[in-house]
């Protein structure tokens, strides 16, 4: 198994921009499809973005399309999500997640879970 811990949050103003990162331990994360989901008070935790073990397929949530990157270092067992122009509503838990599939934008999809990582956007 993995266990995914995530880093990189904080509090930024609406247009600024943050980098997390999920660093894994345990099996090499080349095993598996890596995603990021984020979760706001009192509501659902929601599909953010997902990246196949080898980078080459991606998908993002419609609502951070052309403004988040997901990449991934196997080689550092690392996956990051570069946020750019954040927004008031992307106040959020982000965590990171490993599947053994790739593709899912449920939380079902996923076998591994991070503790999640606080990211505010406030001014």
């Known amino acids: 198994q993995v266990q995914p811990v995530e880093s990189g949050g904080g509090l930024v103003q609406p247009g600024g921009s943050l980098r997390l990162s999920c660093a894994t331990s345990?099996?090499?994360?080349?095993?598996?499809?890596m995603g990021w989901f984020r979760q706001a008070p009192g509501k659902e935790r929601e599909f953010v973005a997902v990246?196949?073990?080898?980078?080459?397929?991606?998908r993002y949530s419609d609502s951070v399309k052309g403004r988040f990157t997901i990449s991934r270092d196997n080689a550092k067992n690392t996956v990051y999500l570069q946020m750019n122009n954040l927004k008031p509503e992307d106040t959020a838990v982000y965590y990171c997640?490993?599947?053994?599939?790739?593709?899912?934008?449920?939380?079902?999809?996923?076998?591994?879970w991070g503790q999640g990582t606080q990211v505010t956007v406030s001014s």
């Open positions: 990246i196949s073990w080898n980078g080459r397929s991606i």
């Open positions: 345990g099996r090499a994360i080349s095993n598996y499809a």
């Open positions: 997640a490993a599947a053994v599939q790739y593709g899912s934008a449920r939380v079902e999809g996923y076998d591994y």
